[in-house]
């Protein structure tokens, strides 16, 4: 059994970084896809960023390309994404998940397809 445990949330000022991680344990990272997202007060749950296996694919929502990057250190077995630029609107509690289909619909980043959420960890980013 898989377990992802979030970490590095907290409160920024706008225009501030934040780096998250995504730690796994029970599976060495290297066999799964992984992806974050997002959900903010009232809002519903938002694809950020999703990482092949290798890490030679990366995915992103539109409102967080060009300011977040996602990457792995498979010998870590930890999942990063850095934020940069943070906005306000991007307030809400970040959480990584297991893809469990093929690869190549990764790029679909339907939630629906990721599991063994972890608890999530929350970033308030200030005006």
């Known amino acids: 059994q898989v377990t992802l445990v979030e970490s590095g949330g907290g409160l920024v000022q706008a225009g501030g970084s934040l780096r998250l991680s995504c730690a796994v344990s029970?599976?060495?990272?290297?066999?799964?896809?992984i992806g974050w997202f997002r959900q903010g007060p009232g809002k519903e749950r938002e694809f950020v960023a999703a990482?092949?296996?290798?890490?030679?694919?990366?995915y992103y929502g539109d409102s967080v390309k060009g300011r977040f990057t996602i990457s792995r250190d498979n010998a870590k077995n930890t999942v990063y994404l850095q934020m940069n630029n943070l906005k306000p609107e991007d307030t809400a509690v970040y959480s990584c998940g297991v893809y469990s289909r093929h690869e190549y619909y990764l790029r679909d980043s339907n939630p629906a397809d990721f599991g063994s959420w972890g608890q999530g960890t929350q970033v308030t980013v200030s005006s």
């Open positions: 029970g599976r060495t990272v290297s066999a799964y896809s």
């Open positions: 990482i092949s296996r290798s890490g030679g694919s990366t």
